[in-house]
């Protein structure tokens, strides 16, 4: 079964950092496997939100406007690993953070939440 696996959220301070990683069991792109993979986040007691994502054939990279320029996505295709490094963190970033992964080389695919493949989820709470 096909999977992806979150690690690296935590507990951190306002104006502090955290990076977390997600590693999928699916193909390499290059051997069919996935088109994107993101990062979407869901606050609490709030629907699930989409923060980031890059197509692996291509490299767009596209972001939130709740976090571009503090947040940054990045991709190991040989690892099948996409990374989220977290900057200048705030109170309002504290959410559960899903891994998401799709067929499609078409970020907007992936936004739209329809057809991905989701991780677990790793908690980030950020304190003030």
């Known amino acids: 079964q096909e999977q992806l696996v979150e690690s690296g959220g935590g507990l951190v301070h306002s104006g502090g950092s955290l990076k977390l990683s997600c590693t999928h069991s699916?193909?390499?792109?290059?051997?069919?496997?996935?088109?994107?993979s993101g990062w979407f986040r869901q606050p609490p007691g709030k629907e699930r939100e989409f923060v980031a994502a890059?197509?692996?054939?291509?490299?767009?990279?596209v972001y939130s406007d709740l976090v571009k320029d503090r947040f940054f996505i990045s991709g190991d295709n040989a690892k099948k690993t996409v990374y989220l490094q977290m900057n200048s963190l705030k109170p309002e970033d504290t959410a559960v953070y899903y891994c998401?992964?799709?067929?499609?080389?078409?970020?907007?695919?992936?936004?739209?939440?329809?057809?991905?493949?989701w991780g677990q989820g790793t908690l980030v709470t950020v304190s003030s």
């Open positions: 699916f193909g390499t792109f290059s051997g069919n496997g996935l088109g994107s």
């Open positions: 998401a992964a799709h067929s499609s080389t078409i970020i907007e695919r992936l936004r739209e939440g329809l057809h991905n493949y």
């Open positions: 890059i197509s692996w054939n291509t490299g767009e990279l």
